[in-house]
């Protein structure tokens, strides 16, 4: 059995570390309140964005000559990888969860024959990558720099992918982040974007519009913007979801060591009371061989 | 029967404004300013730098936008942009910091003739607000 001694630094030890853990899950709940308020300030754009597209992608008169963005490069062969995750650890399985989710699409998309390369988001997922995909990743995107999520960075990741989409290195593009639904739960999602996915009929308006100038142009000016803002929206998303998982991760280390406080006390009591126990025994013993 | 509509404006990052008193509403679209008041027929069409003028009961309001697009439909008037300032809360050193930008932008000799015309365009309107 530990010395009284041991039990007591252990205890210390536990203490302190849980201390250490409720200050990041503090942390975490201040944040995850101003992502989580970011997150559900973006939808309205990203949801317009998405309607005015759905509009003009009905009403495009043309679709063979459809921009490429929209109707694809006519071939699957190569696909872009974009996998979003976290530049921080300590939270969770929120990480995992996405790596795990584009590890098993990947064995599917290599099992069909076909190509992929992935460019990473954050600097976990490229850790985490880079041992069996190490070859196949293309480019890495830190956000160490830049505390909250912001469109700028979104942008950026944007133009690079629609650059590489049209010098042809790839033929599908799909991105991969945590949604956040609430505290506990975050879904991985793999969302394909280019080509448009336009799976969910929603022909909410049969009424025509009028296009300045024509639908084309709008179009092919109106993609590329679409890209970037999904990958934003990816991003406030990733970014609630982060601080949920964090906190949650926190709450439970925190609980944990509470319990392991307790049991350690416990210990520490017992041993304590037989020591004095086994120290009376030895003075009575002692009095009465007098 | 009133005369207004609703207007929205979203950026990225939230939704900017909100009003549903708006009489009139002059955007700088991409063919030539224009303006919009109820009944308008739908439309969808994107903007160029320039003002975003409303019109409405509490008072005017003018915006400076970079880019954007505009759907309108059943009196709703959504505007899209990453780039808005509100010209009352923009002060001269902001004014001058964008047209630095914007110069510099159309000084550039590598690039295309629509972002040239873009970043002109972004030029004279900063210009003009001087």
């Known amino acids: ?290 | 029967m009133s005369e207004e509509f609703k207007v929205e404006i979203v950026n990225p990052e939230k939704s900017f404004l909100v009003k549903d008193d708006v009489s009139e509403v002059v955007v700088p679209a991409f063919e030539g300013e224009m303006g919009i008041l109820k009944d308008h027929i739908s439309i969808i069409s994107f903007l160029k730098p320039g003002i975003i003028k409303i019109l409405s009961k509490s008072g005017d309001e003018n915006y400076y936008v970079e880019d954007g697009i505009v759907e309108f439909k059943n009196n709703n008037l959504s505007i899209l942009t990453s780039t808005i300032f509100n010209l009352a809360d923009m002060d001269k050193s902001k004014q001058q910091d964008l047209l630095k930008q914007a110069e510099g932008e159309a000084n550039k000799k590598d690039i295309n003739d629509q972002s040239k015309y873009l970043a002109d365009q972004k030029v004279e309107v900063l210009k003009t607000l001087n």
Do not use: W
């Not at chain 1, 530990?2 to 944040?31: C, E, F, H, P």
């Not at chain 1, 985490?128 to 293309?138: E, S």
């Not at chain 1, 009424?207 to 679409?226: A, H, R, T």
């Not at chain 1, 926190?250 to 009591?269: C, F, H, P, Q, S």
């Open chain 1, 1 to 290: 059995m530990a010395s009284l001694d041991d039990l007591k630094k252990r205890i210390a030890s536990v203490k302190s570390t849980q201390k250490i853990t409720k200050a990041m899950k503090m942390v975490a709940a201040a944040k995850l309140r101003r992502a989580q308020e970011s997150a559900e300030k973006g939808r309205p754009y990203s949801e317009k964005m998405n309607n005015v597209i759905l509009n003009l992608s009905n009403g495009i008169s043309d679709k063979e000559n459809a921009p490429k963005l929209l109707s694809g490069t006519g071939q699957e062969k190569i696909h872009l990888c974009v996998v979003m995750t976290s530049d921080r650890g300590l939270c969770g399985g929120f990480n995992s969860n996405i790596i795990k989710k584009a590890k098993s699409y990947f064995a599917k998309i290599l099992d069909e024959g076909k190509e992929i390369k992935i460019i990473t988001v954050g600097s976990k997922g490229n850790d985490q990558l880079k041992r069996f995909y190490g070859d196949k990743i293309i480019e890495n995107i830190s956000l160490k720099e830049s505390k909250n999520a912001n469109y700028f960075d979104a942008d950026k990741v944007g133009k690079m992918v629609i650059e590489k989409f049209e010098a042809g290195e790839f033929d599908v593009c799909t991105i991969f982040y945590n949604q956040f639904k609430n505290v506990i739960t975050q879904i991985p999602q793999a969302q394909q974007i280019i080509p448009l996915n336009n799976d969910e009929e929603e022909n909410s308006s049969e009424e025509s519009y009028e296009f300045e100038p024509d639908e084309d142009e709008i179009l092919s000016n109106l993609l590329p913007k679409n890209i970037s803002t999904q990958i934003f929206k990816a991003m406030l998303e990733n970014s609630a979801s982060e601080q949920g998982s964090r906190m949650s991760a926190m709450d439970n280390a925190t609980r944990n060591a509470g319990e392991m406080v307790d049991k350690l006390t416990i210990e520490y009591n017992r041993s304590r009371q037989a020591a004095i126990t086994k120290e009376l025994i030895e003075i009575i013993s002692g009095a009465e061989s007098l």
